[in-house]
């Protein structure tokens, strides 16, 4: 589960996508109790990637949204509804594939997987899922890439202003932003390698933009699974944790990245009878991009060391002190190598 790689995950980096109902294409209205921003051309670059978050917050929306990784693609549906009182609520369903559903409550995650009538209870930690793009200041992210306006074009129905992200490093990738001038909201986003091409995208093929939206399913789905209606609840067993203390170094090896996030996951031993096995998670961003380190005990756990990557995910597994680290992130593999090549291990006495 990776900050923007939960992308790629159900209940981690979702695909998010949005139900319109009969008349989807390009309707965009301002929602009640939302701020009118400054014009689209007056704005800073900074002031264009806040309002990209901010209108993936503060938005009602509802439509069809596609990933596509190479020959992969995957559709949801999502609706989001906001309010100043009630804050956030978020409904995300699988098209493809097993059927799986998200609700959300502010930072309350709730994931459904029917085959086993299972309801996972967890926290958010990443609040960059599209379309939210960031999960820092427009100004912190800008410290890594220099913002670009293209020009105009069209997504869904709907017109936007493309935007260009582009590295200042070879640590990142660049993006390509296609974004509703009127409200801020993310319409496309495509992660593009040195060349300019296209690793993958993320894109409404669907889209309603400020029209109400009914939250009723959503509370609904909270409070079948609280009563627990023929679901079983799990709470998701993520606990904070000091990996320092236990004798590990981990800088923020790249420029523009540092440490948001550490946590400890228990998993599942290969061997009958072990009990599961602890694995610590440090979480470094650059506000957009995100890299995590992986560090479990080499004992009941078969890896291979190695590098691999799929579309902009590179990963790379590596054995250190008597552990396994594997670093994963939606960055070049010359990020993941900078960051092995910092880590240090100090025996604790």
């Known amino acids: 589960m990776l900050m923007r790689m939960h992308r790629l995950i159900w209940g981690v980096a979702l695909l998010v996508a949005a139900l319109c109902g009969a008349s989807a294409q390009g309707t ?6 939302v701020a009118r921003v400054a014009p689209a051309d007056s704005l800073s670059a900074a002031q264009w990637l806040d309002r990209i978050r901010e209108a993936a917050q503060q938005q009602n929306y509802e439509g069809v949204f596609v990933y596509q990784r190479g020959a ?3 559709s949801s549906r999502i609706t ?4 100043r009182a009630e804050g956030e609520y978020e409904q995300i369903e699988s098209l ?3 059927p799986r559903r998200m609700l959300r409550h502010n930072d309350t995650l709730y994931t459904f997987v029917p085959e086993r009538h299972l309801c996972v209870v967890e926290k958010r930690l990443n609040r960059n899922a599209f379309p939210a793009l960031l999960s820092t200041s427009g100004n912190q ?3 890594g890439y220099t913002l670009k306006l293209r020009g105009a074009g069209r997504v869904a129905g709907v017109p936007a202003r493309i935007i260009d992200l582009l590295p200042k490093d070879g640590y990142r ?3 390509r932003l296609y974004v509703d001038a009127r409200s801020g909201l993310l319409l496309r986003e495509q992660t593009l390698d040195a060349n300019g091409q296209v690793l993958e995208q993320l894109s409404f093929s669907q889209i309603r933009i400020g029209a109400p939206v009914n939250k009723t399913p959503i509370v609904n789905g909270i409070h079948s699974a609280m009563n627990k209606a023929g679901w079983t609840v799990v709470n998701s067993p993520v606990a904070p944790v000091n990996i320092e203390a236990q004798g590990w170094v981990l800088p923020a090896a790249a420029p523009g990245f540092r440490k948001i996030r550490e946590l400890r996951r228990p998993m599942a031993a290969q061997d009958a009878g072990v009990p599961p096995i602890p694995v610590d998670q440090a979480v470094f961003s650059d506000g957009i991009a995100a890299v995590s380190i992986f ?3 080499v004992a009941h756990n078969s890896r291979k060391a190695g590098t691999g990557n799929s579309g902009a995910t590179h990963v790379l ?3 250190r002190a008597g552990h396994w680290l594997t670093l994963m992130g939606e960055v070049p593999q010359a990020t993941l190598q900078k960051f092995a090549a910092a880590i240090e291990y100090k025996s604790v006495k």
């Open 28 to 33: 965009v209205m301002q929602p009640r109790g």
């Open 72 to 74: 992969f693609v995957q």
């Open 80 to 83: 989001h509804y906001a309010s």
């Open 96 to 98: 493809d594939g097993q």
């Open 141 to 143: 992210a800008l410290t």
């Open 173 to 175: 990738f660049a993006y």
């Open 295 to 297: 560090i479990e005990p």
């Open 317 to 319: 597994v590596t054995q």
